[in-house]
Structures are given as structure tokens and as C-alpha cells.
């Protein structure tokens, strides 16, 4: 069992930075992919970024790639994605997940939500114009 707390949200104008932090309860933190996914009111959620287990491998959707940057720290049970640029359409609720490392076999199976198996929830995101 995982158990996500994200933190770090709020408002910033267009432009500016911050950095969301995820913090997982359990001892085999290395053992799961995770994930950040926004959902913009009215929209489907989407996902952002991910990490591997060991942080070696990272992925970013188009819309984030040049922008964010996704890490974790094993020891502390810690991800975080620094968002910089931020632009007005990043303006959503945004969710950490996890997912047990071999669900995840291939790419594409990054922005899978539905491979997802545990969520925090939501830290929410604003930028103002």
C-alpha cells in the first residue's frame, strides 16, 4: 500500500516557477514508477511526467518537455516536478501516482492513467495571465 501527499500548489503569475513535492508513505518506494497527471476543470486528466524506480529514466509529455523537470529522492520517498515558464493553461489540479514498476513495460505506458494504482489528492495550480 502507497500513500501519496502532494504539496506546493498555488497561484504565480505567468512566467514565474514552482515546485510540486509528492511525499509516499512505505518502505519499498524504489519499487514504483510515479507519475505526476493534471486535470483542468472540464477536461480530462493528463499526464504531466514520469519517473522510473531508480530515477534513471524520466518521461514528459509535449506540453511540459523544456519546462518541468521530474526527480525523486529514494531516501526521503520524494518526488518533485519543477515547473518553470509556467503559462496559463498549466492552470489545473495537479496529482501524484504511482505504479508498481513492471506494469510499466513500455513508453507509452507512462501517461497510461488507468495503469496507475494509487493517487494523491491533488494539489492545485494556478496562473494568472
Known amino acids: 500500500q502507497v500513500q501519496l501527499v502532494e504539496s506546493g500548489g498555488g497561484l504565480v503569475q505567468a512566467g514565474g516557477s514552482l515546485r510540486l513535492s509528492c511525499a509516499a508513505s512505505?518502505?519499498?518506494?524504489?519499487?514504483?514508477?510515479m507519475a505526476w497527471f493534471r486535470q483542468a476543470p472540464g477536461q480530462e486528466r493528463e499526464f504531466v511526467a514520469a519517473?522510473?524506480?531508480?530515477?534513471?529514466?524520466?518521461y514528459y509529455a509535449d506540453s511540459g518537455k523544456g519546462r518541468f523537470t521530474i526527480s525523486r529522492d529514494i531516501a526521503k520517498n520524494t518526488v518533485v516536478l519543477k515547473m518553470n515558464s509556467l503559462k496559463s493553461e498549466d492552470t489545473a489540479v495537479y496529482y501524484c501516482?504511482?505504479?508498481?514498476?513492471?506494469?510499466?513495460?513500455?513508453?507509452?505506458?507512462?501517461?497510461?492513467?488507468?495503469?496507475?494504482?494509487?493517487w494523491g489528492q491533488g494539489t492545485q495550480v494556478t496562473v494568472s495571465s
Open positions: 512505505g518502505r519499498t518506494f524504489s519499487r514504483y514508477t
Open positions: 501516482a504511482a505504479v508498481i514498476y513492471y506494469s510499466i513495460s513500455k513508453s507509452s505506458d507512462y501517461g497510461d492513467s488507468s495503469r496507475y494504482d494509487y
Open positions: 519517473i522510473s524506480g531508480n530515477g534513471g529514466t524520466t
